[in-house]
């Protein structure tokens, strides 16, 4: 299983769906805790679902398990909250919910997954940290 991060954010449609491409999804896994706001653009639930399914050929699915605590993303989305806290804090909700053998028990059977986050050139997503928590996982397991 490949797994990628992409961000919704400061990007192109073209860009965006190229990467997708080049990696060859076969799940889009929308992991952001809102995806309906207007500054979302194409990446806007119903619309991302539509493109998804359309241009790649793929599933797309929005799961708010994998999803950041809103009382720990607004800080940190407002600057308040360092990266290295809001990432820690991150993987102490995930270990709470169980969320990597939820991730595994979902989504093992798909070859390619592409996470979607809310990077930006100022800021990093939750989408990266977990990644790098499948992988570790992954990597562990042997």
Do not use: C
Not at 69 to 80: F, H, I, N, R, T
Request: charged share 25%; proline share 2%; no cysteine.
């Amino acid at each position: 299983m490949q797994i990628h991060d992409i961000s919704a954010y400061e990007t192109s449609a073209e860009s965006f769906f190229q990467k997708l491409a080049g990696w060859n999804v076969d799940l889009v896994l929308d992991i952001r805790l809102h995806n309906t706001s207007q500054l979302s653009g194409f990446t806007k639930n119903d619309d991302l679902a539509y493109f998804v399914k359309t241009i790649l050929h793929a599933d797309y699915v929005h799961d708010t398990l994998f999803s950041p605590e809103a009382e720990v993303l607004s800080p940190y989305l407002a600057g308040k909250l360092p990266w290295e806290e809001f990432a820690a804090d991150y993987r102490a909700t995930m270990a709470e919910r169980d969320a990597l053998s939820h991730f595994l028990s979902l989504y093992g059977e798909y070859e390619s997954i592409a996470l979607v986050g809310t990077a930006t050139h100022k800021r990093r997503s939750h989408a990266e940290v977990l990644r790098e928590m499948i992988e570790s996982d992954a990597r562990a397991k042997g």
